[in-house]
T-cell receptor, first 111, second 117 residues
Framework: SQTIHQWPATLVQPVGSPLSLECTVEGTSNPNLYWYRQAAGRGLQLLFYSVGIGQISSEVPQNLSASRPQDRQFILSSKKLLLSDSGFYLC??????????FGPGTRLTVL | AQKVTQAQTEISVVEKEDVTLDCVYETRDTTYYLFWYKQPPSGELVFLIRRNSFDEQNEISGRYSWNFQKSTSSFNFTITASQVVDSAVYFCALSEAPDTGGFKTIFGAGTRLFVKA
């Protein structure tokens, strides 16, 4: 069966510091991968998606970036965090039937 | 453009009551998928159901049931005899069909359900 991992689970970072969040999927190959952000009490905002190694589509132009160095690894990065980057970051993979399965999420607080 | 509307921001019920969560969608695609997800306080989104646009049969799974009506572009979710453990945020979502090159899923804003003991 497929599983999706995210780490860290919780992160507190100062404004201006870098960020690296990692997501890995097990049990499937060449999945579509997604990064979402959820602000407190809000809905899901799609940030990036990837259909293959090195292929990244950005939905929201901002100071975040994503990379997919391996088939089942998806990384979300920032060189300098802003206060507005605080939120709950969710990684997901999508199967061939269109269903997305989500990881446990990373709660990021920027101070 | 695709859109998913969950007009109910919050619903509060007493345990054992039935509750229906509304979802209305917009799409120009003839092939698409609809989903419901549950987000408990822990935060992880849990997949509940997927419905193909060609399949309008209602679905029942235990205390959960879903009513899909293409004529009104609605995909409503009913919880029968609600329990405290049903307290969560529920998201309705619409996806482009993967076999037509679609990659994105559009989520509604979510409905927060409180079930009081």
């Amino acid at each position: 069966s497929q599983t999706i991992h995210q780490w860290p689970a919780t992160l507190v970072q100062p404004v201006g510091s870098p960020l690296s969040l990692e997501c890995t999927v097990e049990g499937t190959s060449n999945p579509n991968l997604y990064w979402y952000r959820q602000a407190a009490g809000r809905g899901l905002q799609l940030l990036f998606y990837s259909v293959g190694i090195g292929q990244i589509s950005s939905e929201v132009p901002q100071n975040l970036s994503a990379s997919r160095p391996q088939d089942r690894q998806f990384i979300l990065s920032s060189k300098k965090l802003l206060l507005s980057d605080s939120g709950f970051y969710l990684c997901a993979w999508r199967n061939r039937r269109g269903t997305q399965y989500f990881g446990p999420g990373t709660r990021l607080t920027v101070l | 453009a695709q859109k998913v509307t969950q007009a109910q921001t919050e619903i509060s019920v007493v345990e054992k009551e039935d509750v229906t969560l509304d979802c209305v969608y917009e799409t120009r695609d003839t092939t698409y998928y609809l989903f419901w997800y549950k987000q408990p306080p822990s935060g992880e989104l849990v997949f509940l159901i997927r419905r193909n646009s060609f399949d309008e049969q209602n679905e029942i799974s235990g205390r959960y049931s879903w009513n899909f009506q293409k004529s009104t572009s609605s995909f409503n979710f009913t919880i029968t005899a609600s329990q405290v453990v049903d307290s969560a945020v529920y998201f309705c979502a619409l996806s482009e069909a993967p076999d037509t090159g679609g990659f994105k899923t559009i989520f509604g804003a979510g409905t927060r359900l409180f079930v009081k003991a």
